[in-house]
């Protein structure tokens, strides 16, 4: 599985632009990039995924690197409520379609 | 609100009994994925089941099983239950297996066992 590399944790002031860094050298081409947050032990909410282009949904914007090797998650607007750990995951291309959670970041919006 | 539903929310349960939860995958969804989250630590995968059938398995033991039903819900079953058993099981549900499918949580069961 290929394996990512997230910070530990991150803050961000609310109303600021949250800057989520992933990296993952050893994607395979078909392999996609997800990203997941997890508030106070709910359950996982899927935020975006992409593959290699960047990508932008009403929740996050996704950057992918041209070599694929590392991405950014991008909340443009934090609000408190953004305060959640974050998993950045690669998903494989073969077999049963599983997420490898990592650790993630811990991300804290702060007033 | 994803459409997955997990019951129960909670559950206490006994060193060496055996537990059963369940999972209501999202409309149309056919794939259902367990996972389970110790405290502290990411979900891990336990299995996944496509159309009824296991599709796939983490590194659990056998007491560790599962089931599919018409309908796409699905059981987890874990049997001779252990203290190390006492996690956050999730539920996720997909359309199909495919690496640009979306899964979406259900809220999970808290299991804890004494």
């Known amino acids: 599985d290929a394996k990512t590399t997230q910070p530990t944790s991150m803050d961000c002031a609310e109303g600021r632009a949250a800057n989520l860094p992933c990296n993952h050298s050893?994607?395979?081409?078909?392999?996609?990039v997800y990203w997941y947050r997890q508030i106070h032990s709910q359950g996982p909410q899927y935020i975006i995924h992409?593959?290699?282009n960047n990508e932008t949904n009403e929740m996050a914007s996704l950057i992918i690197t041209e070599d694929r090797k590392s991405s950014t998650l991008i909340l443009p607007h934090a609000t408190l409520r953004d305060t959640a750990v974050y998993y950045c995951?690669?998903?494989?291309?073969?077999?049963?379609?599983?997420?490898?959670f990592g650790q993630g970041t811990r991300l804290t919006i702060n007033p | 609100e994803t459409g997955v539903t997990q019951s129960p929310t909670h559950l206490i349960k006994t060193r060496g009994q055996q537990v059963t939860l369940r999972c209501s995958s999202q409309?149309?969804?056919?794939?259902v994925s367990w996972y389970q989250q110790a405290l502290g630590q990411g979900p891990q995968f336990i299995f996944q089941?496509?159309?009824?059938?296991?599709?796939g398995r983490g590194n659990f033991p056998p007491r560790f099983s599962g089931l599919q039903f018409p309908n796409y819900s699905s059981e987890l079953n874990v049997n001779a239950l252990e203290l190390d058993d006492s996690a956050l099981y999730l539920c996720?549900?997909?359309?199909?297996?495919?690496?640009?499918?979306?899964?979406?949580f259900g809220q999970g069961t808290r299991l804890t066992v004494v």
């Open positions: 089941y496509y159309r009824e059938e296991e599709n």
């Open positions: 992409g593959l290699k």
């Open positions: 996720a549900s997909s359309l199909g297996g495919g690496p640009n499918t979306e899964a979406f």
């Open positions: 995951i690669v998903r494989v291309a073969q077999g049963a379609q599983k997420l490898v």
């Open positions: 050893t994607i395979s081409g078909n392999e996609y």
């Open positions: 409309s149309g969804h056919n794939t």
